[in-house]
């Protein structure tokens, strides 16, 4: 057991540092609290009607843009940028961005997301001739 974990973590972590991992992971959480607020109504507050179509709109472009940041982090900025706008969005069209925490989340992200830049690979006799 202790294999196929050390496996499956030397196979994540490059994955991990390769991408906008963070900035990707809040933007889906944004967009799914978003969507949940409005589902779940919090049952004293029924979102229906345009909100809770914009709502639902949004928070499935934020979930798309959080799953594309991982899968091409080459072409984070637009992702990045599309969460940005939609948190602002959100704080008119999706009831205070999902009561704010929505809008939090997506800010956020979108900032990591625009923010990072991937980390050079350096070859192996290049750290041996440093280190030297």
């Known amino acids: 057991m202790s294999h196929a974990v050390s496996a499956l973590w030397s196979r994540w972590l490059p ?3 390769t991408r ?3 900035g990707g992971l809040l933007m889906c959480l944004g967009g799914i609290e978003i969507v949940v607020t409005t ?3 919090l049952s004293m507050l ?3 009607g345009t909100a809770g179509a914009s709502a639902w709109l949004l928070g499935s472009l934020c979930l798309v843009s959080g799953i594309a940041t991982w ?3 080459e072409r984070r900025m637009f992702p990045g940028v599309l969460a940005l706008v939609l948190s602002l969005v ?3 069209a999706a009831n205070m961005g999902g009561l704010l925490l929505g809008f939090l ?3 956020t992200a979108g900032a990591l997301t625009v923010t990072w830049t991937p980390v050079p690979r350096v070859r192996a006799r290049h750290r ?3 280190a030297a």
């Open 90 to 92: 959100s704080l008119i």
């Open 71 to 73: 899968q091409v982090p």
């Open 105 to 107: 989340l997506l800010s």
């Open 20 to 22: 906008p991992f963070w």
């Open 128 to 130: 041996r001739s440093v």
């Open 15 to 17: 994955w991990y540092r």
């Open 46 to 48: 029924p979102f229906s």
């Open 39 to 41: 589902w779940n109504g």
